[in-house]
């Protein structure tokens, strides 16, 4: 008997250049597996168009009129499945960036987005990012996490942090209190789980290196999500990271 293909990825994109939307709906527009449900100019936009449309991806830039893109993550990734989105669950969101602002990007993350994309993406690189956040998957390459993640323990580009201030940023003894108490939940294999992750190992690394299944892996990892409360990968080595060393 034939397989059923799966449906396509849902895609929502956001954007406040109409160029930049027409740009990324020609990439996206004419694959198979990818259908482009809706175009939005701001924030707000956005979480209107993804109730109606309930998008499996959402690609967003940040800074938009109205509303930005921090924001709209926060309340995408956040919405409880059934939240005007027809039972859906919430929408994997890929930050849109030039990187030029690094504060901007690391609040994106902490907000919920599953990573982020440079606006220069070459197109073959933008599709395999969307397939692979959609199957719950950080699109940052391990390398590209360990950069993010290293410079999100600096106070100059921690959210809070005061321009042309000395020592720590004044929300970092919160956090760092805050994460330890959330991993001291962990078992000792998830805590193992979780510090690999933060480290950016794919699922097949962390099996390798703890010898343990890729399935077994993805368990560990779902139970360290919940414990940790958090919404993805990326979310998971930010608290690693500001529990800092053990």
């Known amino acids: 008997m034939a397989g059923v293909s799966a449906p396509p990825v849902r895609v929502l994109l956001v954007d406040d250049d109409p160029l930049v939307r ?3 709906s020609m990439v996206l527009g004419g694959l198979a597996d990818v259908e482009v449900v809706g175009e939005a100019g701001d924030g707000e936009e956005a979480v209107a168009v993804a109730a109606a449309t309930a998008p499996d991806v ?3 830039d940040l800074r938009m009129p109205r509303r930005d893109g921090i924001s709209a993550t926060r309340e995408l990734v956040g919405a409880r499945p059934g939240e005007a ?3 859906a669950a919430p929408p994997h969101v890929l930050v849109l960036t030039t990187f030029t602002d690094d504060g901007a990007v690391l609040a994106a993350l902490r907000a919920g987005a599953s990573g982020f994309l440079l606006k220069d993406t070459p197109p073959a690189d933008i599709v395999r990012a969307v397939r692979l956040v959609a199957e719950g ?3 940052l390459s391990p390398a590209v996490t360990r950069q993010l993640i290293a410079h999100a323990t600096t106070a100059e580009g921690a959210p809070g942090a005061d321009a042309g201030g000395s ?3 004044p929300h970092d003894d919160a956090r760092r209190a805050r994460a330890g108490k959330l ?3 962990l078992t000792e294999r998830e805590r193992d789980v979780a510090v690999a992750v933060g480290q950016g190992l794919p699922n097949a690394d ?4 703890l010898h343990l299944s890729t399935a077994t892996v993805k368990a560990h990892v779902s139970r360290v999500m919940v414990k940790l409360q958090v919404a993805n990968r990326v979310q998971v080595a930010l608290v690693v990271h500001d529990a800092g060393p053990a």
Request: net charge positive.
């Open 137 to 139: 998957e950080p699109m």
């Open 58 to 60: 959402v690609l967003m």
């Open 183 to 185: 991993l001291a939940t």
């Open 85 to 87: 989105r027809g039972g």
């Open 206 to 209: 962390i099996g390798a290196r």
């Open 22 to 24: 027409a740009a990324l």
């Open 167 to 169: 020592g720590a940023p």
